[in-house]
């Protein structure tokens, strides 16, 4: 088990490492960035569940600001995609909805890969925001759209890793 862990942690180290230079105002992304947002890598992330995996086409927020934006400002997301929040090391805590605008569902992942929790989460315009505490540790988190989780029948226990 733990060289599995070192693997997902070597992976995703190297992917992360690998960021785009593009300067502001390029469209990297598919045009799905906010208008005024910094750019972000976009990658594939794969989540094995009993019904077998389903790729996701997700934004990596791996700088403070990007992680701070997230999806916010947002009118829609393609149906198979979401943005993936990377952590180096344990992180507790929660999530907000600030100027957000569309539902999403989040599923906190350990060092391992193993979905945590999955959370359902709804826009919040102006304060106070809810906060979505998984109340669990957690390295990392993936945003889809409210009820994707659902639909792909991933659940607390499967897998989700990046693909290179």
């Not at 490492?17 to 990297?28: F, I, L, R």
């Not at 919040?124 to 998984?134: F, L, N, Q, S, W």
């Amino acid at each position: 088990m733990k060289m599995r862990a070192l693997m997902i942690v070597i992976s995703l180290a190297a992917l992360l490492t690998g960021c785009n230079e593009a300067g502001a105002g390029s469209d990297q992304g598919g045009g799905s960035a906010a208008p005024g947002s910094s750019d972000v890598e976009v990658a594939t992330a794969i989540i094995e569940g009993d019904k077998g995996p389903v790729l996701v086409n997700v934004e990596v927020a791996e700088t403070s600001e990007e992680r701070q934006r997230g999806l916010m400002f947002r009118e829609s997301l393609p149906a198979d995609s979401g943005m993936v929040f990377i952590f180096f090391g344990g992180s507790e805590g929660g999530f907000w909805m600030k100027n957000t605008l569309i539902p999403l569902s989040i599923a906190f992942f350990d060092q391992d890969g193993e979905i945590v929790r999955i959370l359902d989460m709804e826009p919040c315009t102006k304060e106070p925001c809810r906060t979505y505490d998984p109340e669990v540790s957690y390295y990392g988190a993936l945003e889809v759209n409210s009820g994707a989780f659902d639909e792909w029948g991933i659940e607390e226990g499967d897998t989700f890793r990046m693909n290179q």
